[in-house]
């Protein structure tokens, strides 16, 4: 259900929030924080996890269809995560095998992995035991080994003095692991949970239509 971030309902708890950017589109969590506020909850860029009031219409916000009772564990591990890893999740495009403990801290340790804004919302789902994608149905195009070289070249020169060792070893794994879009993640993340996990293919087109909706196609 689309969610006008305005007036949400007395009922939303959690949902996705999904900004169209030429080049780099965003997706990010838009919950009901435990103080009743709605909030933002996204990996907005290295070492950056934002927690924060929401109230920004550029962002199209669809509910997440779990049960309440599921939702409201995933809105409190938000609140969690948020509080613990404001400046420690790396941005990577390999994902490590498990992102969060059960105290909801960041715990990725191998150099040049971490997290990107869709990886990030995918994690979340995971450590709370959801499977929202069929990662290995994923394919990789040319284009997403370009954005991989993209992201990689950013880092480095944004970063490439306090973190050398990371970029180096994130360059490594161009072309050798799989882009999970933002759009592809927020149009899977907003289905019926129990058509969970979505397939590649599925997701591509559910992505189009979405991109489509919005005018961003076609």
């Known amino acids: 259900m689309k969610i006008d971030v305005a007036n949400p309902p007395q009922d939303f708890l959690v949902g996705l929030g ?22 933002i909850c996204d990996l907005c860029w290295h070492r950056h996890l934002r927690n924060a009031p929401f109230n920004d219409t550029a962002y199209m916000v669809c509910s997440v269809t779990l049960e309440p009772v599921n939702l409201k564990y995933l809105a409190a591990a938000l609140d969690g995560i948020s509080s613990f890893n404001s400046a420690t999740i790396p941005y990577g495009i390999r994902a490590p095998v498990q992102s969060f403990n059960s105290q909801n801290q960041y715990i990725g340790c191998v150099a040049g992995e971490g997290l990107t804004c869709a990886t990030f919302v995918l994690a979340v789902f995971r450590e709370n035991g959801f499977k929202v994608l069929d990662e290995e149905s994923w394919e990789l195009s040319e284009a997403d080994i370009q954005w991989q070289t ?69």
Request: proline share 4%; glycine share 10%.
């Open 18 to 39: 999904f900004l169209y950017n030429p080049g780099q589109n965003h997706v990010g969590f838009i919950y009901r924080g435990l103080g009743g506020e709605i909030k």
């Open 150 to 218: 993209n992201i990689v070249n950013a880092l480095r020169s944004h970063f490439g003095m306090t973190d050398p060792v990371h970029i180096s070893e994130m360059e490594t794994m161009i072309g050798q692991v799989s882009r999970f879009r933002p759009e592809h993640v927020f149009a899977s993340g907003i289905v019926e949970f129990e058509k969970w996990p979505i397939t590649y293919q599925d997701a591509n087109e559910m992505a189009d239509s979405i991109l489509q909706m919005l005018g961003k196609v076609g």
